[in-house]
């Protein structure tokens, strides 16, 4: 049985552990509502060069001498993941689950017998993968959301691996990213930049019965593809790092209200505990009492 | 939606900045300046560093400043995606002059071809931002 003390320095531990996850409760609910409006207002560009792209897409695919950023470059032996994970944890499950399906992956590309790279976003989705994966980590970027996300960041990403693609590096990018959806619900998802996805763009298109019309180019198709591919790679990382920013911090103010939650029960719990060994006590020490002035 | 309007809606990375039903809209496009009314033929066309004008009733309601980005036409409906945008009024002579300053110095530091060209971009970018602030 625990000393009143024992319990009196436990309920100001727990009272103070509270005060810490209440506080970055906040902190992330404030944070949450800024990413929230960043992601929310790429999305409107993101979508569109998405519909350019796919309806130039269609016109170019087929042709001789399409652009390898848009038609890969025949191969699919080199697969490269960009992980986005979040720098900080006390997130919940946010870097796990991104991490996890990423993993899962991973495994599936090997056993296939492909050769993975991985290029980590984040410092802690470095930290899970170090373990399994640390001679397939090509490089891991840090601090790419401080102070917040810039399409600078994200365009020196894309370059970056629009470079390492021209070399050779590797033949085949996905990304993977938590989608925010509300503050409790994040869905992770792998997108493939490169070669760009066609197929799926191609059946939106025919579904909503739009962009049916044969477009006319100025100056002409490959010239805006090279400089459309491009931008359009740093576009959807850019999107990506935004939406997991405010996925992040979704998740962290989940996380933290329910750790502040479950700080409260705690104390409630303890301090039953301690109200009932301070009345066992002092019955304990009546008892005594009496029974010495009895004896006498 | 009217027939004779032209749902026109400009957007930069960082946010939407107009999506509203107009009369016309002349966009700078690389090979040229170019008007949009409705039934427009379909066209994509790469955009230069400019102004885009927005028409009504034959006069210039807004004029934005775009970066440079790309154009979508279609008969009803005309979407820029600008690398970057603000409106006229709202350019900063001292910051455009600052920013042609550090493009240039770019220009000069350049190791490789794209970087070079990188730079010689953000210098036009910056030229015609301080020309049309003047104006």
């Known amino acids: ?98 991490v996890r399906d990423a993993r899962r992956a991973i495994e599936k590309l090997i056993k296939d017998g492909k050769t993975v790279k991985i290029l980590c976003v984040g410092r802690k989705g470095r930290d899970q993968l170090r373990r399994s994966y640390a001679d397939m980590i090509v490089d891991t970027l840090e601090d790419v959301a401080k102070p917040r996300v810039t399409f600078e960041v994200a365009d020196n990403i894309g370059q970056r691996i629009a470079k390492m693609f021209e070399a050779g590096e590797f ?21 493939q930049l490169i ?20 477009y006319e180019y100025e100056p002409d198709e490959t010239e805006i593809l090279t400089e459309l591919l491009p931008r359009n790679l740093a576009i959807q990382i850019f999107k990506a790092l935004l939406e997991n920013s405010a996925s992040e911090h979704g998740a ?4 933290m209200d329910n750790a502040t939650r479950n700080a409260g029960e705690m104390i409630d719990k303890l301090t039953l505990t301690y109200n009932r060994t301070r009345q066992a006590v002092i019955t304990k020490e009546l008892i005594e009492i009496i029974s010495g002035a009895e004896a006498l | 939606m009217a027939d004779d309007r032209v749902e026109f809606e400009l957007v930069s990375p960082e946010r939407l900045l107009l999506s509203e039903e107009v009369e ?55 979407t820029v995606l600008a690398d970057q945008a603000m409106p006229v009024a709202e350019i900063d ?22 970087e070079r060209m990188a730079a010689e ?9 301080l020309q049309i602030g003047q104006a």
């Open chain 2, 24 to 78: 016309m809209v002349v966009v700078p496009g690389t090979d040229g300046d170019f008007g949009v009314l409705p039934r427009h033929t379909p066209m994509i066309s790469t955009v230069r560093p400019g102004v885009i004008r927005v028409y009504e009733k034959g006069a210039v309601k807004e004029s934005i400043f775009v970066a440079g980005g790309f154009a979508e036409v279609t008969p009803e409906r005309c």
């Open chain 2, 93 to 114: 002579r001292a910051a455009a002059e600052r920013q042609l300053q550090d493009a240039r110095e770019d220009l000069a530091d350049a190791k490789d071809e794209s």
């Open chain 1, 171 to 191: 033949d085949v990018c996905t990304l993977y990213y938590a989608r925010f959806k509300s503050a409790i619900t994040q869905i992770v998802t792998a997108q």
């Open chain 2, 121 to 129: 971009k953000a210098v036009t970018v910056a030229e015609t931002m």
């Open chain 1, 252 to 255: 962290r103010m989940t996380a």
């Open chain 1, 1 to 98: 049985m625990a000393s009143l003390k024992d319990l009196r320095v436990r309920i100001a531990s727990v009272k103070s552990t509270q005060k810490i996850t209440s506080a970055m409760k906040m902190v992330a609910a404030a944070k949450l509502r800024r990413a929230q409006e960043h992601a929310e207002a790429a999305r409107p560009y993101a979508e569109r060069m998405e519909r350019m792209l796919g309806s130039l897409a269609k016109a170019a695919v087929g042709q001789q001498g399409a652009p390898k950023l848009l038609a890969g470059n025949g191969r699919e032996d080199v697969h490269l993941l960009i992980v986005g994970a979040s720098d900080r944890g006390l997130c919940g499950g946010f870097n796990t689950s991104i």
């Open chain 1, 195 to 214: 070669p760009f996805a066609v197929e799926a763009e191609e059946a939106s298109v025919t579904a909503t019965g739009g962009a049916k019309a044969v």
